[in-house]
């Protein structure tokens, strides 16, 4: 009897609990933010969200955080099929094509904004970051967010030993083969490493030397784009990985950003990657770094051009009540103020989203405080050309792993180089025909 | 002697089997005809647009080099995981069974591994062997052998056939030490005067009244390495290096979940399902002879 009454008890506070909690919430809409920034970067973005609902009391953002990138997408869908798909969801890069063929799912911010009646430039925000996220029509589909680009990272201390001028980072590809060679003199078992093989060798690699990876500028023209990444260029780059592979100058440490923790444990020398890993150097690498720009051939014409981008942006999704769309369009207003995309730049290494932004960085002094910061932005402010745009193509996530898979039977010794790049050519195609034709009716 | 139990009502037998009909008929029945009613339709991700393409998806799987050769790496990986996963649970059982003190230390621990997640299972390996970091992979170095998982197939294969091996180990283990335990000490004892040796003993008496067990558990395996490994192959492999240990099942999860296209991942659920049907009914027609009930 008395346990009888003990839950009853429990229960009956339960609920009045709720209650109190549910009653001032009723107030304010909530728009639900679907995210996938885990680690250090949750945090950043629960204080944009924190500070965006402490500025005003209509509106109440929940960020949620729904595990990687593509866990966050495969949720959303698997919601939007149940009928309960969030209002804001953030979509990596590759996704964007997807997204992009999804004109009944999503609503473009340029049509948000204009429906909220909340001012919206698009020539504020940096040029080759909300290029990517740009229709041909001239509608921006979704707001840029992070956005990050490849650099290299480089361990001054392993420099110093090999006898190198740790204040001269390799700046081409013929430099780089010295400098491997070097520091494996010196005893380097890892002179050089990378991440995101396909994102930083073909993808960003192709950008920078103003060479299309597919046709029709990229897939930004058109969804009959093919795949153009096994021309004499990129043979030429893969071959000499190949060489410096099998020379034990370059080491595969696996796929997407594994080999960030052959960096950062200082087995690795020299490693290209994402510049938002600059927060997890910064905080586990025990030596001191440096940050570059990405290696080139100087005899190809046109290069260096700029990188590509990486990184994720905000797509907000149809069906929700007129009120939804208000706050939403607020809070991509707050997301863009100068003061805040400054600060979210500074904070997590991602680039700087408007120009405003960048110009009150600098004015800060901040990039003169933190050397390398800047690199990735030098990289990416300038003029894009039809080639160096971006990359958008229909089923990106899978022609990412094909590149994987078929990379990894060079470094295995199993095809060579033109023998592999065919072959993911070819696989990759398919891909993109299907897509198209999935796409096109 | 009658062994049937005869039931006076015609509707209590019914309603005594409706529960375990019910949880089939929605857990196991609803999503096959789901899977069978998908894999002839061509979606975009959201669901949003549908056609119906007949044997499309089918057909494209069988024209594409890659997904044959994931039927090979799959027989490798599940004929490996069932048979070591078998034989080490048996001798770990047999073991287990003529421990005197600290018996349920030794079978609590054993037991242990099958409360993990199969993707915490996978983690736990890769850390091991993971250069340069593993524990593993730094003995072996140390020995002056070679490990890489990343660029070596058959290290690869290993990797994720140890991690689904341990997993697992801890259910079949615990089936033995059941069968085990259910036979007539009495029949042991007279071999054992009779001058039967242990071997002898555990391979004419031990072995032939555990078939019942040892049979199940086969089923149980080669279910569990077709149907549940995804998630430790996902964790460790990614099934690579290239496409070397990317099995039938990984290949299912990796285009329903990763690259979302539900057709074609429905269309390897349905030739996975007819794979497991067919090897199962063999098992019983063929396997099943051999069994001592």
């Given at each position: 009897m008395k346990f009888k009454f003990f839950r009853f008890a429990a229960i009956a506070s339960m609920t009045v609990a709720t209650l109190i909690n549910a009653a001032p919430a009723s107030a304010t809409t909530e728009i639900v933010w679907w995210?996938?920034?885990?680690?250090?970067?949750?945090?950043?973005?629960?204080?944009?969200?924190?500070?965006?609902?402490?500025?005003q009391s209509e509106y109440k953002v929940v960020p949620v955080l729904k595990g990687s990138y593509d866990e966050a997408m495969t949720a959303a869908v698997a919601a939007f099929r149940a009928g309960n798909a969030p209002d804001v969801l953030q979509v990596f890069e590759v996704g964007t094509a997807t997204m992009m063929a999804s004109k009944n799912v999503v609503m473009p911010v340029t049509e948000v904004m204009k429906t909220a009646g909340v001012t919206f430039n698009p020539a504020s925000y940096i040029p080759a970051v909300v290029g990517y996220y740009t229709a041909p029509n001239g509608e921006i589909l979704s707001l840029p967010f992070n956005s990050s680009t490849t650099v290299l990272f480089y361990n001054k201390d392993a420099f110093k030993k090999a006898g190198l001028d740790p204040e001269k980072p390799p700046v081409t590809w013929a430099d780089m083969e010295n400098v491997m060679t070097k520091l494996k003199a010196s005893g380097s078992t890892c002179p050089y490493t990378t991440s995101w093989m396909s994102w930083v060798q073909l993808e960003s690699f192709s950008t920078w030397h103003d060479t299309e990876f597919a046709t029709l500028g990229n897939g930004m023209r058109g969804l009959n784009a093919r795949l153009t990444f096994n021309s004499p260029l990129h043979l030429r780059h893969i071959g000499n990985l190949e060489k410096w592979s099998k020379d034990a100058l370059f080491k595969y440490n696996g796929r997407a950003s594994a080999a960030t923790n052959n960096f950062v444990s200082g087995e690795c020398a020299i490693f290209t990657g994402s510049s938002g890993t600059y927060a997890d150097v910064k905080r586990s690498g025990k030596f001191d770094f440096g940050i570059s720009t990405l290696p080139y051939y100087a005899d190809v014409k046109g290069a260096p051009q700029n990188t590509v981008i990486g990184?994720?942006?905000?797509?907000?999704?149809?069906?929700?009540?007129?009120?939804?769309?208000?706050?939403?369009?607020?809070?991509?207003?707050?997301?863009?103020?100068?003061?805040v995309a400054a600060a979210s730049h500074q904070k997590t290494g991602y680039l700087p989203v408007t120009i405003a932004a960048y110009e009150l960085t600098e004015k800060s002094?901040?990039?003169?405080?933190?050397?390398?910061?800047d690199v990735?932005?030098?990289?990416?402010?300038?003029?894009?050309?039809?080639?160096?745009?971006?990359?958008?193509?229909?089923?990106?996530?899978?022609?990412?792993?094909?590149?994987?898979?078929?990379l990894e039977q060079i470094w295995s010794g199993k095809k060579n180089t033109k023998e592999a790049l065919d072959t993911a050519v070819k696989r990759g195609n398919e891909l993109l025909e299907r897509f198209e034709k999935a796409n096109s009716k | 002697?009658?062994?049937?139990?005869?039931?006076?009502?015609?509707?209590?037998?019914?309603?005594?089997?409706?529960?375990?009909?019910?949880?089939?008929?929605?857990?196991?029945?609803?999503?096959?005809?789901?899977?069978?009613?998908?894999?002839?339709?061509?979606?975009?991700?959201?669901?949003?647009?549908?056609?119906?393409?007949?044997?499309?998806?089918?057909?494209?799987?069988?024209?594409?080099?890659?997904?044959?050769?994931?039927?090979?790496?799959?027989?490798?990986?599940?004929?490996?995981?069932?048979?070591?996963?078998?034989?080490?649970a048996l001798l770990l059982a047999v073991m287990a069974n003529r421990v005197l003190v600290g018996t349920g230390i030794y079978r609590t621990l054993l037991i242990w591994p099958y409360a993990i997640a199969p993707a915490v299972a996978g983690v736990l390996w890769l850390f091991m062997f993971a250069s340069p970091m593993g524990v593993v992979s730094f003995a072996l170095k140390s020995l002056g052998l070679s490990w890489n998982q990343l660029l070596n197939a058959r290290d690869a294969m290993v990797l994720i056939v140890i991690a689904a091996v341990w997993k697992q180990i801890s259910y079949n283990f615990l089936f033995f030490l059941a069968g085990?335990?259910?036979?007539?000490?009495?029949?042991?004892?007279?071999?054992?005067?009779?001058?039967?040796?242990?071997?002898?003993?555990?391979?004419?008496?031990?072995?032939?009244?555990?078939?019942p067990t040892t049979f199940f558990l086969l089923v149980i395996n080669v279910v569990y390495a077709f149907f549940e490994t995804f998630a430790i192959i996902d964790a460790t492999t990614h099934g690579g290096p290239g496409k070397a240990t990317s099995t039938l099942v990984y290949q299912v999860y990796y285009d329903g979940f990763k690259a979302m296209d539900m057709g074609g991942s429905a269309a390897q659920s349905v030739i996975l399902m007819v794979v497991v049907i067919v090897l199962t009914v063999l098992q019983f027609r063929f396997v099943e002879r051999k069994v001592q009930y």
């Open positions: 995210h996938a920034m885990s680690g250090a970067l949750e945090g950043w973005v629960n204080d944009l969200a924190k500070n965006f609902n402490e500025s990184g994720a942006s905000l797509w907000v999704m149809r069906g929700k009540p007129a009120d939804h769309y208000k706050g939403i369009a607020l809070f991509f207003d707050y997301l863009s103020k100068p003061e002094g901040f990039y003169k405080q933190n050397p390398g910061t990735a932005v030098t990289q990416m402010i300038r003029k894009t050309t039809d080639k160096s745009r971006g990359i958008r193509l229909g089923n990106f996530v899978q022609i990412r792993t094909i590149i994987d898979e078929e | 002697m009658e062994k049937k139990v005869r039931f006076k009502s015609r509707w209590l037998p019914w309603v005594l089997i409706a529960p375990q009909m019910a949880v089939i008929l929605i857990f196991f029945f609803w999503p096959a005809a789901q899977a069978l009613y998908q894999s002839v339709l061509a979606q975009d991700i959201f669901g949003t647009t549908t056609e119906f393409v007949g044997l499309e998806n089918f057909q494209r799987l069988f024209h594409d080099a890659t997904y044959l050769e994931s039927f090979y790496t799959t027989a490798v990986f599940s004929a490996l995981v069932a048979t070591i996963g078998l034989s080490l085990l335990q259910s036979i007539p000490k009495s029949l042991i004892e007279a071999a054992a005067i009779d001058g039967a040796s242990a071997w002898h003993r555990f391979r004419t008496i031990v072995f032939p009244l555990l078939s």
